[in-house]
């Protein structure tokens, strides 16, 4: 059983350029939530989709915004890249109706 | 909302010695606790979780955690450290609700010396 996959591993792009980062969800889960994580701190939680829709946002600008498909697989955009956005994300996925996350092994982006 | 503080930026301990890491949490009600461990450039692999019952949880990796509701803390532990339990251990705090989101720590740095 493949775990959390993310797509690209590492990415670098130039201010105000846009970006897409992929996810898909261990087999069996149907909630995908989308973390940063800025050098030496902890992951701070960006969105969570369920069922094809945003059901939660934490304190991320409208720059950052996300998808998700029919098959749970996710996309997390962020336009207008800041210096600042440099950062890994981390997908987790989340079997139905339970509290644990499971994470990918995240993409790391610089913005240059 | 919930918040977690790890106190312990850094670590250092020697390879065979016990191993404490600290976590404080803040939620109004009875928190679910969690502790991840992140190796360089890996992702997040949780160790152990805390939802209710018998406050002492045993993990993966021979790790233990005690859950103590009078002092809101779930400290993680281990009674002898292997050179690969080096890495960044992260607490996390989430609440009763079915995928809701987790609140981390800034997590704290083990380094083990031979």
């Known amino acids: 059983d493949a775990g959390v996959t993310q797509s690209p591993t590492h990415l670098i792009k130039t201010r105000g350029q846009q970006v897409t980062l992929r996810c898909s969800p261990k087999?069996?889960?149907?909630?995908v939530s989308w973390y940063q994580q800025a050098l030496g701190q902890g992951p701070q939680f960006i969105f969570q989709?369920?069922?094809?829709?945003?059901?939660q946002r934490g304190n991320f600008p409208d720059r950052f915004s996300g998808h998700q498909f029919p098959n749970y697989s996710s996309e997390l955009n962020v336009n207008a890249l800041l210096l600042g956005d440099s950062a890994l994300y981390l997908c987790?996925?989340?079997?139905?109706?339970?509290?644990?996350?499971?994470f990918g092994p995240g993409t790391r982006l610089t913005v240059t | 909302a919930q918040s977690v503080t790890q106190p312990d930026i850094h670590i250092t301990v020697s390879e065979g010695a016990s191993l404490e890491l600290r976590c404080n949490y803040s939620y109004g009600a009875t928190p679910y606790l969690f502790w991840y461990v992140q190796s360089p450039g890996q992702g997040l692999q949780l160790l152990l979780k805390y939802f209710s019952g018998d406050t002492l949880v045993q993990g993966i990796k021979g790790f233990e955690a005690e859950f103590k509701r009078s002092q809101s803390s779930f400290n993680l532990r281990k009674p002898s450290v292997h050179w690969s339990d080096a890495a960044e251990y992260f607490c996390a705090v989430g609440t009763p609700i079915y995928n809701n989101d987790m609140r981390f720590g800034a997590g704290t740095r083990l380094t083990v010396k031979p």
């Open positions: 987790a996925s989340t079997y139905p109706q339970t509290y644990e996350q499971y």
């Open positions: 989709y369920y069922e094809e829709e945003e059901r």
């Open positions: 087999s069996g889960h149907d909630t």
